[in-house]
């Protein structure tokens, strides 16, 4: 009966005479409507949904304050304290001297351009006894660092006007570099041209001499400068002054503790691209060999896999790595301390509206902070000393870390020869001052930030789209207290082995832009000078030049001149230079082995001895010269050989022959890829 019920039910009903109320073109025309109806409503609430849905997302862009002039007056600072920082001393300076206004009966905020519109510099005069500073790194070939770069282009094209606007320079650099603080000379010059007032002089740091003996002595007397100029007297309170208040984090959920990712959480176990410093690319090692065949030193050659990772890069580009640091140091600082390393902490800063919330990524452990995110290897500056001082329970200890951190030739003296020349880092401080045994929470604040380190990639994308290759030698020394340093990054990389476990040995690294590039035209003749690691961007560029031969490419001459120690035992890549040779990629390879005879050889000795050649594939046939190594000797040497060469074979005096390489480096036929 019930399948019958059901069944009736469903049938339309009938007239008396068999025929049904509904014909088929109504219930057709019933469906439309019905279905018109339904679809109107529908679409009718979707446009309605659509404003409610916008008014949701408009508060976003909000969030960041590009103005740090309202931030100044919201806040009541009157100095703002601009950094360009590529490697992090920039960004130190500025919070030193943001930090010591306090001091001054006057309060500084350190401020990173990129983060600021900087047109705004102009609306500086609207608060009362103001002053912008400006701590500026010079990268590269006179280059602004990442951060700086546009700052830089704007002062290269605006026409403000900064007058009544406060202004001083302190300039980061390296005297070994061609282009000694060129940046921070700029800077200075630049804004006074639109009419800023210049306080103190530009102060000149010098990363080849002592950097921080020269930024000790400049802030000595730059606040009292400023003192003077603002009618202002010090307080004197030289007390110590946090930034960042500590909090154990007790009951905490272990996934939103950070464990050594640089921005987003969980970053390295969910990868997205695109990458970049604050969000690398974790690279699986995919060869790590050994490349010299004797001596006592290692030089080795890493290639790392780019795949699926959408990451570009030209022959001449750097490499970044994050590396991390040496875990046997971690455990003795938290031994030495007597720290549990496990607790989960934050700290927090206390200026709740500066933009640097934490001085590292937190919540995370000591321990992660320590591995990860701390520079505990090099050695402190005297500022770290002076903070740390007052933990001292010896009067004598205190006494000595407070002398090293004054601008006293006997402090001085004393920092140069106990911390510097000795290489102590922090751990070895803390060993040697038994008295010394400062908070760990205050000692993490008061350590800069562990650097990415960048190598010059010794590989062409042309022919390895999808690996990095990087050719580096372990640094390992002893110290006059006879500890043995180990350089972090190399020391790290040695230790990434591709094993056949499943476990990837992987490399956190992005791509820095450079400079450094084969001519537009690959007919140009190329001369490249890279003794030792140096030749790690020209492995790149002949394989670049033998992939252009391959497609048929008219290639001008490409000259390499390599130097090394001793034939038989660091010759790198001298199966594949010889077999490039062979080819007909290399035209001339010139190598200098410096010890295999009574008398040294080096390049520069290779370059005068094929002066001739030389000269006319410069002059006459529009060669590029790239030069790849050591600042401080090799570099200098080889540009004084290019000047002997242009004195001797182009009639020119010295001037003329200095001004004629000089050209050359303008139009970007002569480029540097060097470090000191």
């Known amino acids: 009966m019930a399948d019958a019920e059901t069944e009736a039910s469903t049938r339309p009903e009938l007239m008396e005479d068999g025929e049904p109320f509904f014909s088929n073109l109504d219930i057709f025309l019933f469906s439309l409507i019905a279905g018109l109806f339904i679809y109107w409503v529908m679409f009718r609430k979707k446009t309605e949904a659509i404003p409610e849905f916008k008014k949701l997302e408009t508060p976003a862009p909000a969030v960041r304050e590009t103005s740090f002039i309202e931030k100044m007056k919201k806040t009541g600072k009157n100095i703002v304290v601009f950094y360009g920082s590529q490697t992090g001393t920039g960004e130190e300076f500025a919070n030193r001297l943001s930090k010591d206004a306090q001091r001054y009966g006057m309060k500084g905020m350190a401020a990173d351009p990129e983060e600021y519109d900087m047109s705004e510099l102009s609306r500086l005069k609207e608060i009362d006894n103001s002053l912008a500073i400006f701590c500026m790194a010079t990268y590269g070939e006179g280059d602004p660092t990442d951060n700086a770069q546009d700052f830089y282009d704007w002062l290269q ?14 300039a980061l650099g390296n005297k070994t570099y061609e282009h000694y603080n060129a940046m921070g000379k700029y800077v200075d010059k630049r804004l006074s041209e639109l009419g800023a007032k210049r306080i103190f002089d530009l102060g000149m740091g010098d990363d080849d001499g002592n950097l921080e003996e020269d930024f000790v002595s400049w802030r000595e007397q730059f606040w009292p400068a400023v003192c003077e100029h ?25 996934n939103k503790v950070y464990t050594g990712e640089l921005g987003r959480l ?7 691209p695109p990458f970049d410093s604050k969000n690398p690319f974790l690279a699986p090692v995919t060869v790590n060999r050994k490349l010299n065949k004797g001596g006592d030193r290692h030089l080795m050659h890493l290639e790392l896999d780019i795949t699926g990772s959408k990451i570009r890069y030209e022959s001449g580009d750097h490499v970044a790595v994050y590396p991390t640091n040496d875990s046997s140091i971690v455990n003795r ?5 007597g720290v549990d390393l496990e607790t989960v902490i934050s700290l927090n800063n206390l200026d709740e509206e500066s933009n640097k919330k934490h001085p590292f990524p937190c919540p995370t452990t000591y321990r992660t902070a320590l591995t990860h995110y701390l520079d505990i290897t090099n050695c402190p500056r005297t500022n770290v000393l002076y903070e740390l001082a007052q933990y001292a329970t010896d009067p004598k200890d205190q006494e000595n870390m407070r002398k090293m951190a004054s601008s006293s030739p006997e402090g001085k003296a004393l920092y140069q020869s106990w911390v510097l020349d000795s290489c102590r880092n922090i751990l070895a401080i803390l060993e040697d001052l038994p008295s010394l045994r400062p908070p760990i929470d205050h000692l993490c604040e008061l350590l800069p930030r562990l650097q990415a380190r960048y190598y010059s990639i010794a590989s062409s994308s042309k022919v390895h789209p999808n690996s990095i290759h990087i050719c580096a030698v372990v640094v390992e020394y002893k110290t006059k207290t006879g500890r043995t340093n180990k350089g972090v990054a190399t020391n790290w990389l040695r230790s990434k082995v591709p094993t056949d476990n499943g476990h990837k040995a992987t490399v956190p690294m992005y791509i820095r832009k450079s400079q450094f590039r084969l001519p537009f035209k690959a007919s140009n003749p190329v001369i490249m000078v890279g003794p030792g690691t140096g030749i790690a961007p020209f492995m790149g560029f002949i394989q670049e030049r033998a992939w252009l031969k391959e497609q048929g490419k008219e ?10 120690r001793h034939k038989n035992e660091d010759y790198l890549y001298q199966e594949e230079l010889e077999t490039f040779e062979k080819d007909g990629v290399l035209t001339q390879l010139n190598v200098a082995f410096s010890r ?3 008398h040294k050889v080096y390049v520069q000795h290779l370059l005068k001895n094929n002066k001739e050649d030389i000269w006319r594939q410069v002059h006459k046939d529009n060669a590029h010269i790239y030069i790849c190594g050591d600042a401080r ?16 074979l182009g009639g020119m005096t010295h001037t003329q022959a200095v001004d004629y390489i000089k050209k050359l480096m303008t139009k970007g036929r002569y ?5 000191s």
Not at 333 to 337: A, F, R
């Open 157 to 170: 094209e605006s026409d403000a006007d900064l007058e009544g606007v406060n202004y001083t320079v302190f």
């Open 230 to 254: 603002f009618g202002v007297e010090a307080t004197g309170e030289e007390s110590s002054i946090r930034q960042y208040e500590l909090k154990v984090h007790e009951d905490v959920n272990m």
């Open 266 to 272: 969980k970053s390295f176990e969910n990868q997205k």
């Open 333 to 337: 600082l938290g031994e030495v301390l």
């Open 555 to 564: 290639v001008g001459e490409t000259v390499m001149y390599f130097g090394c």
């Open 596 to 598: 295999d005879q009574e």
């Open 633 to 648: 000797n090799m570099a200098r040497d080889v540009q004084t050989v290019f000047y002997e060469i242009a004195e001797e």
């Open 671 to 675: 480029s540097q890829d060097v470090w």
